[in-house]
């Protein structure tokens, strides 16, 4: 019997994850977004620590789909992440002096930043790689309050936090070379991270 071949997708038309990435940066550039970097998942720091600090000391535990104890614990995480090869870390920034308040105004730029997200997820998608998930920056805020634990309003949209997936962000920025900084006053600039796994 003649066996039937299996063509793989071709990624992006083949042009390259970087190319890419510069593609969908001229897509999003203009809503905050001001980078694109594919690297690899390898690079990826999982740390038990950043779990440690999601549940001792922030006041979003147990109070999202988005963050622990909803989102995986570490060891889930490291095998989650054995089945993806390459990502991309999408770099914002903000000056945001409403950081520690819960207001419309950080609500709008936490939901735009989440949909753009999720929507180049989609694009990837459709560019054949269709492993394609989103880690988002910062926690879900579609809904003013989240409905956890009750179902989630807009399950398409749920993704994990970058946090909440217990990454050690700035290890892994280290690990990519990419130079950052904490910001200590409101009035400060800040970068922000999201991620997008791929294969
Ligand atoms: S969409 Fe609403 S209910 Fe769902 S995780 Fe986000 S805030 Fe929670």
Redesign the pocket.
Known sequence: MKQTKIVPFEKAGGIGLAALAKRLLGDVEHHGITDIIPFKVEDIQVAEWVHLKCRYGCSRYNT???CPPATPEPDKIRRILSEYTSALLLEGRKTCTDFYRNNGRKRTIQVRCWKETVSLERKLFLEGYYKAFSLVGEC????K????PDA????Q??RPSVESFSIDVFGTLDKLGRATRLATRTTDTFNYYGIILLD
Do not use: I
């Not at 989630?152 to 399950?155: A, D, I, K, L, N």
């Open positions: 999202s789909w988005c879900c805020a579609l809904c309050a989240c409905a956890y989630c309003r807009f399950p949209e749920k």
